[in-house]
């Protein structure tokens, strides 16, 4: 039971979020986040697993999304049918194809060799959908109708919130065949070679064929995120395939934890909120963003998870409440901090017009304004620095089991 606990919370949380979020706007977030998790969650079989670190996973990704693509055009043609259920398992297997011909060769080498095979494939790739117009159509993509396919026990797929049914259910199946990967003897062998190639190749193990299994799965699992993507928004273009798009997918694996198996999921959930959500607030959510990414290297390498999991030993030893007082004493100058940051960044973007934050209106083009912000941040941050010592002492006492 305690093993089937987070999967029966995870099967309960995809079956009543449409419930909570029933407005059009609200379903189709649903369905992108139920996209980025199986296509971080891929990506993450590749870095955080097997230590491969890929510019290029977007390739997988995307050439799935034309296949699913070019099977609802298929069936608008009058070509081959299947339920539309089934076409995420053929982008999959398209995803599958594709990796097991490039992984042939690039997972020969690891590390920066990888990684510079990866981008520069991934280039290739981008460059090709716009040469190759009979498969990738060009700038303008390629478009289907979804709901043109037999009917699946009364659904036709013509509306969102049975998308996200359908992606729902390929979200769960994908997390579990993943999970369950990762506890085989290839997953358990593609953490030995991350760790120590040289020790796995001196025990008698293929590395090449160890990094290549994983390869070709994490590829297969990537296709089926393109398929549910190209039956979510009905069109595919080159963003697809973009660098930008690899990039995103390791954002969410690296802010979420790419150490832990929940940790994609966790940034593919904040990444797609930030990318649905804050992006109708700001026009500078893509510096926040970058910011974000930058902190979480340089103070969380283990993401946002392993910020959590730190808070397993003092809970364990019931002792986390005795973190709460030193949490708040330090949290309400860092927000205090990092709001008049924010503030003052929205004011200098935009010259002058007076901006509504936190539902306070700034006037804009004051240089008495921007001196306000800026002595409140300095308080604010000198205060910070005062309340460090004492949360690190609070910090040190928990962990090693003494009671203040």
Known sequence: MRHLLPWGIFALSLLLLPWLFPSVLG??????????IVFALSYNMLLGQGGMLSFGHAVYFGLGGFLAAHAMLGMEQDGPVFSVTLIPLVAGIGGLLAALLIGSFSTRRAGTSFAMISLGLGEL???????????F???AGISGDRSLGPD???FDFAQDRQVYALAAVWTFASTLLMYLFTLTPAGRMANAVRDNPERAAFLGYRVQRVRLLS??????FAGAAGGLFALHNEILSAQSLSTANSGNVLLMAYIGGIGFFIGPIIGAVLLTLINSV???YTDLWLLY?????????????????GLLMMHVAPWRRGLLHTLLRPYLRTAVPALLCVSGLLALLETLHHQGEAVIFLGISLPGGQASNWLAIVLIITLAALDW??????????WQRATRGETP
């Not at 981008?126 to 190759?132: G, V």
């Open 27 to 36: 379903i189709s977030i649903l369905n992108e986040m139920a996209i980025a």
């Open 125 to 135: 790739l981008a460059a090709l959908s716009l040469i190759l117009v009979g498969f």
């Open 137 to 139: 159509g060009g700038e």
């Open 152 to 154: 699946f026990f009364g």
């Open 215 to 220: 390869f070709v799965v994490s590829g297969f």
């Open 278 to 280: 804050l992006s109708h």
């Open 289 to 305: 963003l970058g910011i974000s990414f930058v902190l979480t290297v340089m103070f969380l390498p283990q993401g946002l998870t």
């Open 385 to 394: 620095h005062r309340s460090l010592p004492a949360l690190r002492a609070a």
